[in-house]
């Protein structure tokens, strides 16, 4: 007994030849004779052996040439790539079908192999597999099931001892070594091609996607998310003949998406993480001149007292304030960018204070801390003696670097 997809697939082609050839002037007896001819002609034992000898003019592929060019002739390649979570849209990533491209009167023999029967497996994989079903099924009086099966499965022959490309399709020559070059022939994924267009499709014009559309037009809420890609460009292959190009082409009426491929706007950055040291190349001393010029006349003043002292310590807070404020510019970064060659001096203490990809460092280790907090007090004291110059007071350090700390430490919430 015939698989209910093989005999609803030459119900069908018997079905479609008698209406090319009976019309309002075929008599009744005509009539008789052609449905009598086609009961015959779509039997599975007459059918089949016709359509395995046509088999030979189809070839089974993942990456079609006649996309390139419609009158480019190469090797039938079919890629076999290794799936792989990396986030792209590839060859072995997705589960889109196999193309075939040939003479479009046999693509009916590889609709055939494509059909799905009971157990869920399409014709063309019980042939692979030699499988006890299709054996059965293909049972005939002549030719004999291994002749039908060869002559099938001609349709994913790959020569690959003699691969051959062609002139016309887009070449790129690809640099190996000094003078040597691969000649690359490039070659359209039309299975991923057509997978891109159907997604596009579905996140356009789904039933989902018309109910979040609606729901938007008359301001109401609505659970569906809505999307929408702009500067689609649609591109045609095979003009009114798209069969001529592949089984996909035909099926998608010849037609898919480019998306917009532009340069990226880069917007100049304003803050730049430091090379060296956080203290000499991202804090300029201009921005703070004005605070070390009232320290400066803070310290100068003849009077010392704890009201003159807390003006000092409260003009120093400011300018670590300040530091801090250039501190968290850095960290508001991508997450990161210390990874970069171009960080590759920068020490690692400074790494991890600056760069938020160690948050989690800074709050389960303290080790980095002792450094920045030295590298802050030495460069308070010194952009004191630069900006004030001659008139600078002389500060101890014995006694002024642990009091810079201490006040450090009084700010380290926003600092560490």
Known sequence: MLDPAIQAFLNERKENWLKKKIDSKTTAEQE???????????????WLPDAAKRAKQLSLVSHPAKFSHPSAKTSSIIA???????GFVRTGNTTGQLDVFGNAAAMDVYKFLSLVLVDGQTVLSHLEQTTPAIQKQFTLPAPSYTELASSLLAIKTTDTDKVVTSAIVKQVYFPVSENNYHLLSILTPSSLMFILKQRINTLRFSEEAKAAREAKKNNQPCDNELAEIYSLTVIGFGGTKPQNISVLNSQNYGTSYLLESLPPILKKRSV??????????SLRLKDFQEDFDKLHKQLSSDTNNIHVRNKRDQLIKNIIYQVADKLWQIRYLDAGWSTSDNYQNLSQQQKIWLDQAYQETRQQQADWQDDIKTGLARWLANSYKTSQGDKALSIDDDNYKPHFIRLIEVCEGALL
Do not use: G, W, Y
């Open 32 to 46: 008789s004779e052609l449905t009598q001819e086609a009961n015959e002609l779509f039997t599975l034992a007459t």
């Open 80 to 86: 076999v790539a290794e799936k792989n979570a990396d």
């Open 272 to 281: 730049n993480p430091p090379k060296i040291n956080f203290f000499s190349n």
